[in-house]
């Protein structure tokens, strides 16, 4: 089939729009080929973001921002955003606006939500968030600094003009004069920590001797002390126990009258007997010493003997007399 000129004039007419479709369409960022899913989310400000700015998934450039408008009824900017990426994006997914240097332009970034499993549509709202640029948290930052410093500087200006009014021409005396005394002390405490470190290097050995002589005590109480440890003080102290509880039951024995020790101490008609029995040994031998012939009597020529007569207790303090 032999084509005309009129044909092939149409054939590259078509092929020629096709091609500045194309290169339009290339221009501007959007590939006739590759299947574009629209989404849209409103702002109230949109920072000067531009047109074509990029849109990124976890720093990756999934699309662009395909135009900007407002709405007249509410103000707001409607972001138009053209993503080419097979990503699951849900419904509840967030677009966020933020600098991502201090140089560039606005971006958007998709942060999406993992645990919605509800896919997002073509021409589906996403919810807006605007992140603080670093410019804008410094100066968040910045200003409570600046105030900060702002009283610390008027606080400075109140202490300096104090001091001004204090350190006269005589403050300024007295100071020059208090820092001339403590030069001197600091002086004087030189002096002295040479004196004291003399002191030490001349008694060197009488020191080193009284360390050694303390390390030994040391070591002779800690010979003590095991000495003391093998002699089971323990065993020592249950035996005094047990001896101190027999004395006490003795001692309580002889308090409540048990035994003949006990009835010694507590019986009364026995200590009775004894004084009488004694007072009666002693008229006794008061009788015998005053009449002794009662008692042993040696008669050569048959002398009759005297009556007897009781001894009083009177006897001896009539001797006396």
């Known amino acids: 089939m032999k084509l005309t000129r009129e044909i092939k004039t149409a054939i590259l007419v078509i092929a020629s729009i096709l091609l500045f479709i194309w290169g339009y369409s ?123 410093l702002n009283v610390m500087l008027e606080n400075i200006n109140t202490l300096v003009a104090g001091l001004n009014n ?40 009488q020191i080193n001797g009284a360390v050694t002589n303390f390390n030994k005590m040391s070591s002779n109480f800690n010979k003590i002390s095991d000495s003391l440890n093998k002699a089971d003080l323990g065993k020592t102290v249950r035996n005094l126990n047990q001896t101190l509880a027999k004395l006490d039951g003795i001692m309580s024995n002889l308090n409540s009258g048990k035994g003949t020790a006990g009835k010694l101490l507590n019986d009364d008609a026995l200590y009775n007997n004894l004084a009488k029995t004694s007072k009666e040994l002693e008229l006794l031998l008061q009788d015998v010493r005053l009449y002794p012939t009662r008692y042993v009597n040696v008669s050569l020529f048959g002398k009759k003997n005297k009556p007897y007569v009781a001894p009083t207790e009177d006897a001896n303090t009539t001797e006396k007399k």
């Open 166 to 205: 204090v350190l006269d021409k005589k403050g300024q005396e007295d100071l020059k004069k208090s820092l001339a005394e403590l030069s001197q002390t600091m002086e004087q405490f030189h002096k002295a920590s040479g004196s004291i470190n003399s002191i030490l290097d001349t008694n060197k050995a």
């Open 26 to 148: 290339f221009l501007k960022g959007r590939d006739l080929f590759t299947n574009y899913k629209t989404f849209y989310v409103e702002y109230d400000n949109v920072e000067d973001l531009a047109q074509s700015a990029p849109v990124t998934l976890n720093g990756l450039a999934i699309g662009k921002v395909n135009k900007i408008t407002i709405n007249e009824n509410t103000g707001k900017l409607l972001v138009e955003l053209q993503l080419k990426t097979d990503f699951p994006v849900s419904k509840s997914s967030t677009a966020s606006l933020y600098s991502p240097s201090l140089i560039g332009g606005k971006q958007i970034k998709i942060i999406p939500n993992l645990a919605d499993k509800e896919l997002a549509v073509d021409g589906q709202t996403l919810a807006p968030a605007v992140e603080l640029g670093l410019t804008e948290s410094l100066g968040g930052k910045i200003e409570p600094i600046q105030q900060k």
